[in-house]
């Protein structure tokens, strides 16, 4: 094959890959979430205390769990709108992660979630509780935004079992943190 037919032959497959990420792209969603929720014998104050203060989370978060070497890092007012935890760990566990408190609405925290190291897509997440029949309901949802034409990638991408598993066991850690208080 001369240089001429490869090099035109190679333009056409880039140009159908690149056509085909563009459309995929179109066709699905900016966005994809996974949620997971608990039912807990305890106060409602008791389980959004847990939720909406960083400084708890590591009695909890099944990522301090995994990885107890790691150093975590608290920033601002605990609790309110911009205050951060960070966390640097081992790369192959937990790796390097930013959390900002983006918003606190009555029984409801929404907070980014930013991997830095290994570098990943922007997150964001929900935690939430609400009465249930005497008892507290714990919510959490976490999702991942992709920027066009990036949001191709959301065929390939599955959070109930990538990051589902990890949501599993942050509420049922919850649970039993605050079911002890």
């Known amino acids: 094959m001369s240089t001429n037919k490869f090099l035109r032959a190679s333009l056409i497959i880039i140009g159908i890959v690149i056509g085909v990420i563009l459309i995929v792209g179109a066709t699905q969603p900016k966005s994809i979430s996974v949620t997971r929720s608990v039912v807990i014998n305890a106060p409602k104050s008791v389980v959004f205390e847990q939720m909406v203060r960083f400084k708890n989370w590591p009695n909890w978060s099944p990522w301090s769990r995994l990885d107890t070497s790691m150093k975590n890092t608290f920033e601002g007012n605990d609790g309110t709108t911009g205050s951060v935890y960070s966390w640097v760990g081992d790369d192959r566990k937990t790796g390097t992660v930013k959390i900002t408190n983006t918003g606190v609405n009555g029984t409801e925290l929404q907070f980014s979630f930013k991997l830095i190291k290994p570098e990943a897509p922007a997150s964001s997440g929900i935690l939430k509780a609400?009465?249930?029949?005497?008892?507290?309901?714990?919510?959490?949802?976490?999702?991942?935004?992709?920027?066009y034409p990036w949001n191709a990638m959301v065929i390939l991408t599955d959070l109930n079992k990538t990051i589902?598993?990890?949501?599993?066991?942050?509420?049922k850690n919850l649970k039993e943190v605050a079911e002890k208080k």
């Open 130 to 147: 609400e009465d249930s029949a005497g008892m507290t309901k714990a919510t959490m949802t976490f999702t991942n935004h992709f920027d």
């Open 164 to 171: 589902g598993p990890d949501l599993e066991k942050a509420m």
